[in-house]
């Protein structure tokens, strides 16, 4: 009983380097987001995708990159990582509703940018 | 612009000492309004939706309530186990699903 599954868990970066985050989900779910929480700013949404193929922006999607090539995974990517970018990173996945509030989120990704 | 404040930041109680936790929201529409619990190191887990100003809904020592211009959680002499954060979040009518999120209340219970 997985849900979402995010990889890595943990990561250093240096200034400038790339890297790309994985989430998973196996229940079947169309909608996948990307947010990033940071202390007393709360849960803030980078990218989401409707469904395979597709993506768009949410508020914060400066410096970073999405795909979603299968329905099952969503990637998120930094091109050149920046210490503004050090965060924990959350995906979550949904089903298509009415008023769609229920996200399941994974354990999250920590990132360091040094 | 909408937002979403959440009050108190940071709530300490004894095991058994009932409280309360505001969520207050600006918004120019309201389609739902939800309630989250995140654990240390953990990714936020769903509690609850609130659709309109009157509704209440209840899990264990949880209950949410939601007026015109705020929702409060009431925890219920609470235990060591409720200790976490609580997230509460609203969908604006502009948007299918993308959640406005407050900063949250970190609670923690002692003995």
């Known amino acids: 009983n997985a849900g979402v599954t995010q990889t890595p868990k943990f990561r250093v970066l240096k200034t400038g380097q790339s890297m790309t985050l994985l989430c998973a989900q196996d229940?079947?779910?169309?909608?996948m987001y990307w947010y990033r929480q940071d202390p007393g700013m709360g849960l803030r949404l980078i990218h989401y995708?409707?469904?395979?193929?597709?993506?768009a922006k949410g508020e914060v999607p400066d410096g970073y990159n999405v795909s979603r090539l299968k329905k099952q995974n969503f990637l998120l990517g930094l091109e050149s990582a920046a210490p503004s970018q050090t965060s924990v990173y959350f995906c979550?996945?949904?089903?298509?509703?009415?008023?769609?509030?229920?996200?399941?989120f994974g354990e999250g990704s920590r990132l360091t940018v040094l | 612009e909408d937002q979403v404040t959440q009050s108190p930041e940071a709530l300490r109680l004894q095991e058994g000492e009932s409280s309360s936790l505001n969520c207050s929201y600006t918004?120019?529409?309201?389609?739902?309004l939800f309630w989250y619990r995140q654990d240390p190191g953990k990714g936020p887990e769903f509690l609850f939706t609130?659709?309109?100003a009157g509704e209440e809904k209840e899990k264990e020592r949880l209950k949410a309530t939601l007026t015109k211009k705020e929702s409060f959680l009431h925890i219920t002499a609470p235990k060591p186990e409720d200790s976490a954060t609580y997230l509460c979040?609203?969908?604006?009518?502009?948007?299918?699903?993308?959640?406005?999120f407050g900063a949250g209340t970190q609670v923690v219970v002692t003995p």
């Open positions: 979550a996945s949904s089903s298509p509703g009415e008023v769609t509030g229920e996200l399941f």
């Open positions: 229940m079947n779910h169309e909608y």
């Open positions: 995708s409707v469904g395979e193929g597709t993506t």
């Open positions: 918004v120019s529409g309201l389609r739902g």
């Open positions: 609130l659709y309109s």
């Open positions: 979040a609203h969908l604006p009518t502009d948007s299918w699903g993308k959640l406005q």
